[in-house]
């Protein structure tokens, strides 16, 4: 009886070895990986035209909205955005064409203003590595 006993505890043993190495692998390949957008703990909530969007951490390219305008003139979005760890841009485009940007080191509150046309438009966020983003938009 004390064979079957000792047998079962050291597959236990064995497995969870090998569930811890799988684990770590995957961890630093995770980490290590090139070319790769890569976005931890992301909260994205829109209540009234507010929208608020929390990244635990960014190494990448994030799409935080896309909108279409109706007519062209004159655009204003008030924006707070802030980042703990790390620097990044807040960046709206369409057709692969920046129209505004702006960088974030910690705290920053403002209007995201350009001159649109009758298009898509797109604001992202990119950055080499920050952590804790928050970016609240209201349209």
């Known amino acids: 009886m004390r064979i079957g006993k000792s047998k079962s505890k050291f597959r236990f043993w ?3 070895a090998l569930f811890i190495m799988t ?15 890569v976005a931890v703990s992301t909260v994205k909530t829109e209540i009234n035209g ?6 635990g951490s960014l190494k990448g ?3 935080v909205d896309d909108f279409s305008v109706a007519e062209a003139g004159s655009v204003s979005i008030p924006y707070e955005a802030s980042s703990e760890e790390g620097t990044f841009i807040l960046k ?21 203003d350009f001159e649109a046309v009758q298009e898509r438009y797109q604001i992202t966020v990119e950055t080499e590595s920050a952590k804790k983003l928050l970016i609240k938009l209201s349209r």
């Open 50 to 55: 507010k929208l608020s969007l929390k990244i």
């Open 61 to 63: 390219t994030y799409k």
């Open 14 to 16: 064995i497995f969870l």
């Open 92 to 112: 709206v485009s369409h057709d692969d064409e920046t129209v505004w940007e702006k960088t974030v080191a910690s705290k920053e509150t403002g209007s995201i």
């Open 23 to 37: 684990v770590v692998v995957i961890n630093i390949a995770s980490k290590y990986a090139d070319g790769t957008n």
